[in-house]
């Protein structure tokens, strides 16, 4: 809701939202990156398809591409779904990390739900981008 009242907020406010978005975001990050280094689960599972919607939702809004960039790029949203809806040997098939952690189908469902959201919201960020570079090519 913040991008629909940004316009209504003083310059001040809008730097303190900024920064306050900007220190979840880089916390979300820094937590994730944490994982991935002591190659915890939260790396890949439900967690990891939530920071991406988490970051990428503030990138959006804020217009930082160093979080449109989390969701993504090379690290991003592709490779989650390739990690986290892998197949794994003697599971039902593609019901990946979040089935076999807890062999239980409402976890694929709520990471699923994640994975929605940052599908939508890659596809708008990078159709926005596009535009905006056809746009600067026109000019010139």
């Given at each position: 809701?913040?991008?629909?009242?940004?316009?209504?907020?003083?310059?001040?406010?809008?730097?303190?939202?900024?920064?306050?978005?900007?220190?979840?975001?880089?916390?979300?990050?820094?937590?994730?990156?944490?994982?991935?280094?002591?190659?915890?689960?939260?790396?890949?599972?439900?967690?990891h398809s939530w920071a991406l919607l988490e970051v990428g939702?503030?990138?959006?809004?804020?217009?930082?591409?160093?979080?449109?960039?989390?969701?993504?790029?090379?690290?991003?949203?592709?490779?989650?779904?390739?990690?986290?809806?892998?197949?794994?040997?003697?599971?039902?098939?593609?019901?990946?990390?979040?089935?076999?952690?807890?062999?239980?189908?409402?976890?694929?469902?709520?990471?699923?739900?994640?994975?929605?959201?940052?599908?939508?919201?890659?596809?708008?960020?990078?159709?926005?981008?596009?535009?905006?570079?056809?746009?600067?090519?026109?000019?010139?």
């Open positions: 809701a913040y991008d629909l009242l940004h316009n209504k907020f003083s310059a001040s406010e809008q730097s303190s939202m900024a920064h306050w978005l900007g220190g979840i975001a880089d916390a979300i990050m820094q937590d994730q990156a944490a994982a991935l280094a002591r190659s915890s689960t939260t790396a890949i599972n439900n967690h939702t503030i990138g959006a809004v804020l217009g930082n591409d160093t979080y449109i960039h989390y969701l993504t790029g090379s690290g991003g949203f592709l490779a989650q779904v390739g990690a986290n809806l892998a197949s794994i040997p003697g599971q039902p098939p593609y019901l990946g990390v979040d089935y076999q952690e807890r062999d239980a189908y409402h976890y694929v469902a709520y990471n699923l739900q994640a994975l929605g959201g940052a599908a939508a919201l890659a596809g708008v960020v990078i159709a926005q981008l596009a535009a905006a570079r056809s746009s600067e090519t026109a000019a010139t």
